[in-house]
């Protein structure tokens, strides 16, 4: 059992899943029949004319053009690409400097005084807080192998480390009520005030932010007591504990190091949603925190160098994936999928009550996000037809944006095509079958939430507009 377990992690690479995607959507594009909507600029914005959708000329995609969505894919997703791999060079000055062993002996010893299942917790609600209300995903991905790693040597496995740092923030995030990337766009392009009716997408993150700890703590509880109903008992993870010198104390070299990591963080966050920040400044900044901390720990400029190097070669298998994801949505526009998926989706929404349109707004979303896993740009492509939709159906614009909000969402954590949840789910060495035992009760229980708070959102005409 063992020996196949090892197999199975030693042949699962998450990068195949998102090349077999590309193979399909190339082959799609000579069967799909062609279509496009008009699109015209306004404001700076593109917009889809909902009733313009027209026959075009097919666009299949050659070998060759297939081969060449790969760097494509890896231009596209450059910057954040390199803003990943930057984030794990400053991670690895952390780890070397002893820093981040300090910190983690630290609360190791403050769970023998409240119980791991307080930290655990408290990790999870401190990812959810970064998912929920800064609206980050991928940006956390230097972090994960550290709660995985924390997690197993509070006694869990590396499912529950994943769980409480990368799925708290791709679920908050999937109903966060100041998403700049799938709110703001939207509000944007419907035209509504800047993340107006946050109130009641608060109240929704609160609920998938109670559900979700209720059943990671279920879940951790069980295995703590017995080892073997994890479900990575048959997985070795020993060597994705970060090794860790037990007589790292945090010292005030290490404490002002943690403050200025702190620092970094809060200046992130300030510009991201003040000053129109996104991957680049980010990157700088920890870059700037990381070198801060490195010289002030007793590096030299050299030694800086070659960690800050090492660090980014390994996390550039989590920043390939990025790369390969945006392949697959570059070969979708070249071979004209994009549209005709999207006409053929939405056009069964006529002639249905408010309720149900919305519904089957949340469920066509739900699906494109499958072949579009970016949610900005699903809301680019998909909202300016839903909401001409809305306006004739009677349905209130802000509606429309939470069904899809909800579709675009929590589906993230389970359609294979999102390059995150692959990245995650390799950091852990899970499975997708592990990761799908694991979480799809809780997503059937998130499936039934949304439509129930699609009926609210419907009966109290949610607004404005």
């Known amino acids: 059992?063992?020996?196949?377990?090892?197999?199975?992690?030693?042949?699962?690479?998450?990068?195949?899943?998102?090349?077999?995607?590309v193979i399909l959507c190339t082959i799609a594009s000579y069967f799909v029949v062609p279509g496009a909507y008009k699109r015209e600029t306004v404001n700076g914005v593109t917009r889809v004319i909902a009733d313009s959708y027209h026959a075009v000329d097919k666009t299949p995609v050659s070998v060759?053009?297939?081969?060449?969505?790969?760097?494509?894919?890896?231009?596209?997703?450059?910057?954040?690409?390199?803003?990943?791999?930057?984030?794990?060079?400053?991670?690895?000055?952390?780890?070397?400097?002893g820093v981040m062993g300090a910190a983690i002996n630290s609360v190791l010893n403050l769970s023998k005084r409240t119980g791991s299942a307080v930290i655990i917790s408290a990790v999870m609600l401190v990812f959810a807080f970064i998912g929920g209300i800064l609206g980050w995903s991928e940006q956390i991905i230097p972090f994960v192998p550290i709660v995985i790693s924390l997690a197993i040597t509070l006694g869990y496995d590396s499912l529950v480390g994943m769980a409480i740092s990368g799925f708290a923030c791709?679920?908050?995030?999937?109903?966060?009520?100041?998403?700049?990337?799938?709110?703001?766009?939207?509000?944007?392009?419907?035209?509504?005030p800047m993340f107006s009716g946050w109130e009641l997408r608060l109240v929704v993150l609160a609920v998938v932010t109670l559900a979700a700890l209720f059943w990671i703590l279920r879940?951790?509880?069980?295995?703590?007591?017995?080892?073997?109903?994890?479900?990575?008992?048959?997985?070795?993870?020993?060597?994705?504990?970060?090794?860790?010198?037990?007589?790292?104390?945090?010292?005030?070299?290490?404490?002002?190091?943690?403050?200025?990591m702190g620092v970094c963080f809060g200046f992130t966050i300030w510009g991201l949603l003040t000053q129109g920040w996104s991957f680049g400044e980010m990157s700088a900044i920890f870059l700037g925190g990381g070198v801060i901390t490195g010289f002030l720990c007793g590096m030299g400029p050299s030694e800086l160098c070659d960690t800050i190097v090492k660090g980014s070669i390994g996390a550039?298998?989590?920043?390939?994936?990025?790369?390969?994801?945006?392949?697959?949505?570059?070969?979708?526009?070249?071979?004209?999928?994009?549209?005709p998926i999207i006409h053929g989706l939405t056009s069964m929404m006529s002639g249905a009550s408010s309720f149900t349109t919305s519904v089957v707004m949340f469920i066509s979303n739900f699906f494109i996000n499958a072949l579009i896993p970016s949610g900005s740009g699903q809301a680019m492509a998909v909202m300016p037809i839903?909401?001409?939709m809305a306006d004739m159906l009677h349905i209130t614009r802000q509606t429309a944006t939470l069904a899809f909000q909800f579709g675009d969402g929590i589906?993230?954590?389970?359609?294979?095509?999102?390059?995150?949840?692959?990245?995650?789910?390799?950091?852990?060495?899970?499975?997708?079958?592990?990761?799908?035992?694991?979480?799809?009760?809780?997503?059937?229980?998130?499936f039934l939430m949304q439509i129930c708070f699609l009926y609210y959102a419907d009966m109290i005409k949610y607004g404005p507009m």
């Open 411 to 446: 589906s993230n954590t389970l359609w294979f095509t999102n390059g995150t949840l692959l990245i995650y789910c390799g950091l852990g060495r899970i499975s997708l079958k592990k990761w799908y035992k694991f979480i799809l009760p809780l997503q059937v229980f998130f």
């Open 170 to 192: 791709l679920v908050t995030f999937a109903v966060g009520p100041f998403c700049v990337y799938t709110v703001g766009i939207s509000h944007k392009i419907a035209e509504l």
């Open 386 to 388: 839903m909401i001409p």
């Open 64 to 97: 060759f053009k297939m081969l060449r969505s790969i760097p494509e894919g890896l231009n596209g997703a450059g910057m954040m690409m390199f803003a990943v791999m930057l984030m794990g060079g400053v991670v690895e000055v952390y780890k070397k400097t």
């Open 316 to 339: 550039f298998g989590g920043a390939l994936i990025i790369g390969l994801a945006r392949s697959v949505q570059w070969v979708m526009t070249q071979g004209g999928l994009v549209d």
């Open 219 to 260: 879940y951790a509880k069980k295995i703590k007591a017995d080892p073997s109903k994890s479900l990575m008992a048959d997985t070795d993870t020993s060597d994705l504990v970060i090794p860790i010198d037990t007589s790292l104390t945090l010292d005030a070299k290490k404490v002002i190091s943690l403050l200025v």
């Open 1 to 21: 059992m063992v020996e196949k377990s090892k197999k199975e992690v030693k042949n699962f690479n998450p990068n195949l899943v998102l090349v077999i995607m």
